[in-house]
């Protein structure tokens, strides 16, 4: 069974940075594509970025391109989240994912593995 566990996320002034990270167990992480989205209060829960089995392609929603970036690390079976220049519509929880592909998937239904979030608050 798959563990995804993200850290990494905290109180934030605008314009600040903040790196998360999510460690995976349990299954053969660098098969698979790798995603983070975001749940805003009230919002249903939406794609930010998605990454391919090696790292070569990426995804972006628009409102986070130049802004955020995405990486993993195969070898420590972890995918990061850089963000910078943040700004308070970004205040959500944050969860990261494992896709059923080695592609990269901007949809939920192309993942089957979540963790369980962390806050991001970004104070204006």
């Known amino acids: 069974q798959v563990q995804l566990v993200e850290s990494g996320g905290g109180l934030v002034q605008a314009g600040g940075s903040l790196r998360l990270s999510c460690a995976a167990s349990g299954g053969t992480f660098s098969n698979y594509g790798m995603g983070w989205f975001r749940r805003a209060p009230g919002k249903e829960r939406e794609f930010v970025a998605g990454?391919?089995?090696?790292?070569?392609?990426?995804n972006y929603i628009d409102s986070v391109k130049g802004r955020f970036t995405i990486s993993r690390d195969n070898a420590k079976n972890t995918v990061y989240l850089q963000m910078t220049s943040l700004k308070p519509e970004d205040t959500a929880v944050y969860y990261c994912a494992q896709a059923l592909y080695a592609g990269v998937i901007s949809i939920l239904a192309g993942y089957n593995y979540w963790g369980q979030g962390t806050q991001v608050t970004v104070s204006s």
């Open positions: 990454i391919s089995r090696n790292g070569f392609r990426t």
